[in-house]
């Protein structure tokens, strides 16, 4: 028996190059705090197939969850629910807080539109999350534009740089983990609590040093 096979998809340092519509499953969802006081989801993703089968986009979709005036409360919930809808959760099903949200989203595909998009922070373009859409009928559709400059058409992911390599992020297509939830049962299966109630962790937030934008 051999040892492996050689695989072009699982290798080191591959990126998406083109902005488009791509099927992906959530490989990540961060919940933490910003500077003013607001909940934030950071979103991960890897391409489910096509030529950028295995790639990874992340760093480049984060949902921020404001309840404060009415109206910040209303484009809140139609944002978190777009995102759910789009994952193929069943209409009913009740969002009893954030952390459930986030722990449940690990393992769900669907679509997203990504665009090219200049960061304040470094001047450099980078992937970002436009909407979120249920799963191609045919599959991921890049189109055709890559990284705007050419001086910045080198080998960098949504890090901004190969830290991708380091970190090691194996570009393997991912196994479906769930395939949706059809009720507040469900839902709470996918926790690692069994929808039972447990003390909150104080939330991370991320590196600001990582973060392109």
Request: proline share 5%; charged share 20%.
């Amino acid at each position: 028996m051999s040892l492996f096979t050689v695989d072009s998809n699982n290798v080191f340092g591959k990126y998406v190059e083109e902005a488009g519509t791509y099927d992906v499953i959530i490989t990540n969802a961060r919940l933490y705090t910003s500077n003013n006081g607001n909940k934030v989801i950071s979103i991960d993703y890897q391409v489910l197939d096509g030529k950028y089968t295995g790639c990874p986009i992340i760093y480049a979709d984060s949902l921020t969850w404001v309840d404060y005036p009415e109206e910040n409360l209303t484009m809140s919930i139609k944002r978190f629910n777009s995102l759910l809808v789009a994952c193929g959760v069943k209409d009913g099903v009740a969002i009893d807080s954030l952390e459930q949200f986030a722990s449940a989203l690990k393992g769900q595909k669907l679509a997203i539109e990504v665009e090219w998009k200049e960061s304040s922070k470094d001047g450099k373009y980078y992937l970002r999350v436009l909407n979120h859409q249920k799963l191609l009928q045919d599959g991921s559709r890049p189109n055709g534009k890559t990284r705007p400059g050419s001086s910045q058409n080198e080998r960098q992911s949504n890090f901004g740089n190969n830290r991708n390599q380091s970190a090691g992020y194996r570009q393997q297509a991912p196994q479906a983990q769930n395939s949706g939830f059809n009720s507040q049962a469900s839902f709470n299966a996918a926790m690692p609590t069994d929808g039972q109630p447990q003390r909150p962790q104080q939330p991370q937030q991320p590196n600001a040093d990582d973060l392109p934008f």
